[in-house]
């Protein structure tokens, strides 16, 4: 509907019979009020599109016409629209009740019976035009509120452009410094791991070296120390190795039923030498504790490091406590932690009365590469490494400390849920070497491995195959040849060592398979990586572990 000024409150007349049109257009026109005469009802739907502030029908008008383009007019009109319309009745005529017919098409209805007097149609026309200019302010203050909520609307886009640029310039910044983190990471591990391992490879090629040349010269006494010697600064080398895996969460994990109290009571002589004089060691087990599931030789590695941690707290000595608990974890504290569910837990907790830490320093101290130590004396990856080992563990670690007060760390492991093996009675060691020629298939690329371990099962009377791939492997576990082992590394070119064993297995169904690795990310927990018949051992290894593993498969 147009809303043109001109057309806004015009009174549109519609009376097809006698002078009616003339007398209202005159008496509106005295009036003041603007005024359009139609001929027809057509016509008048037609003036209704430019625009009207009334409408004066006569009633006759109606009867018989086609009221549809009116009616759909009256339908369309905006929400603050309601079109006054002044019907005009003949008294005593066949049209009686009006009302009860066109009221309810045509809306905003006033009937004025004829003959009026013109006061009375001047009246009802002034205050039919007084509430269509009601309309319209209704009509400016919607727009006006549209306006605005456009402004609005563009003020508030402009935010959200606003927003998102801001965010991403935040995003780009903590990109940024998380890049400069791990530069940071690096350098502190270039000085730190970088001259721990030097030493240690220092300490390895030095002792071969040496026996390389006494064995030159035909001297063969006192080789022993040399060869403690280089085994020693391997052993490091393997441990840092295993730190650094547990930090990424990429150690293999041999989760078992782990009686904390033992474990630790059993590490109580080595924890007091490691300790000096002037520190207490103090030990609280509960005797009710819950068994954990755990990998219990990283367990040990992770109760020696904060003991040690504990210790370098307190140069001028203190109380150490070393307590077990049992804790039920709620989840208003495990939503907190990721990786972590509610239930039961076993808690290991070590207490100094140390120096602290202040905010700072905690806010760090499970970052990798992260040490107060000067350099040589501490990677920083003790603390990092308890972290990855919970974490990867199902568990969770937890550090408070003040300064001057000392420091409280918390390691909690999931309670283990299953049933108890009974430990069967110790039986006489059975032989390393083979009994019945028996044969194992190793699959290894490496060829120092591969020749290392094909010496040692040679050694102890183990015929074997070897194969450098996965497709060099295949013929031979599809021939008739007996194998009673299958030995191979994970990490094989094409395909790797865990999809050969699942097709050896189908070729052999009791194949038995023990995997060695170096790093396998698959394998990080072996409870969903291994299946019936099949073990894993990390390297480095010693070969005594891999005898043992060998002798245990094919015995079994």
């Known amino acids: 509907m147009s809303t043109d000024l001109a057309f806004a ?23 003041g009020f603007r005024s359009l005469v139609t001929p027809h009802l057509p016509a008048l739907c037609e003036a209704l599109e430019q625009g009207a502030g009334l409408v004066i029908i006569a009633a006759e008008a109606l009867r018989g016409a086609d009221l549809e383009p009116l009616l759909r007019h009256l339908d369309q009109q905006p929400a603050w629209s309601d079109l006054p319309i002044v019907l005009l009745t003949q008294h005593g005529g066949p ?20 003959p009026f007097h013109p006061a009375t149609l001047i009246s009802l026309v002034s205050a039919a035009l007084r509430g269509r200019r009601r309309q319209y302010e209704a009509r400016d203050r919607l727009i006006d509120l549209s306006q605005s909520e456009l402004r609005l609307q563009r003020t508030l886009e402009t935010l959200e452009q606003q927003v ?36 240690m490879l220092t300490g390895i090629i030095g002792s071969l070296e040496l026996l390389r040349r006494r064995l030159a010269r035909g001297r063969t006494e006192d080789l022993d120390s040399l060869i403690d010697l280089g085994v020693t600064s ?28 033992a474990l630790v009571a059993s590490m109580g002589e080595l924890l007091q030498r490691s300790l000096s004089e002037s520190i207490q060691l103090d030990m609280q087990l509960d005797p009710q504790l819950w068994v954990a599931e755990a990998d219990p030789n990283q367990l040990e590695s992770a109760l020696l490091n904060l003991v040690l941690n504990a210790r370098d707290a307190m140069p001028h000595g203190g109380r150490l406590l070393v307590e077990t608990l049992n804790q039920r974890l709620a989840p208003d504290f ?65 550090l408070n400390s003040m300064v001057g007060r000392g420091t409280e760390v918390s390691l909690y492991l999931p309670r283990f849920g299953g049933a108890l093996e009974q430990d069967e009675d110790p039986q006489t060691q059975q032989p390393l ?33 070897v194969a450098a791939d996965a497709r060099s492997a295949m013929p031979i576990l599809d021939s008739p040849q007996p194998i009673d082992l299958l030995i191979s590394d994970v990490g094989l070119p094409g395909m790797n060592g865990r999809q050969l064993a699942e097709i050896g297995r189908q070729i052999r169904p009791e194949l038995k ?26 390297k480095p290894f010693t070969f005594d572990l891999l005898t043992a593993k060998v002798r245990e498969m094919i015995r079994d």
């Open 334 to 398: 495990t939503e907190a932690h990721d990786n972590l569910a509610p239930g039961d837990y076993v808690l290991l907790r070590v207490s100094d009365n140390g120096c602290g830490m202040p905010e700072a320093i905690i806010n760090r101290v499970f970052d990798p590469f992260f040490t107060t130590k000067p350099i040589g004396q501490g990677t920083g990856l003790g603390l990092s490494m308890i972290y990855g080992f919970s974490k990867q563990s199902r568990g969770h670690v937890s």
């Open 433 to 465: 070497a083979a009994q019945n020629g028996e044969t194992v298939l190793i699959v290894e690329d490496d060829p120092a491995v591969r020749v290392l371990v094909s010496a040692v099962l040679s050694e102890l009377g183990y015929a074997f195959l």
């Open 234 to 261: 391997a052993n490091r080398a393997a441990g840092l190795t295993h730190r650094l895996l547990a930090f990424s969460r990429r150690q293999s994990l041999d989760s078992k039923p782990v009686e904390m109290n």
């Open 164 to 199: 998102e640029e801001r965010t991403a310039q935040l995003r780009h910044n903590e990109e940024a410094l998380r890049q400069s983190q791990k530069m940071e990471a690096v350098g502190q591990l270039t000085g730190g791991i970088a001259h721990d391992f030097n030493n």
């Open 513 to 538: 398979v023990l995997f060695i690795t170096g790093y396998a990310e698959h394998a990080a927990v072996r409870g969903g990586f291994l299946d019936p018949g099949m073990q894993l051992i990390t």
């Open 95 to 114: 049209e009686q009740n009006p009302a009860s017919r066109f009221s309810p098409l045509l809306g905003n209805v006033s009937f004025l019976e004829r």
């Open 9 to 31: 409150e015009r009174t549109l007349v519609l009376t097809p019979h006698g002078r009616d049109s003339q007398l209202a257009q005159t008496m509106l026109d005295e009036a």
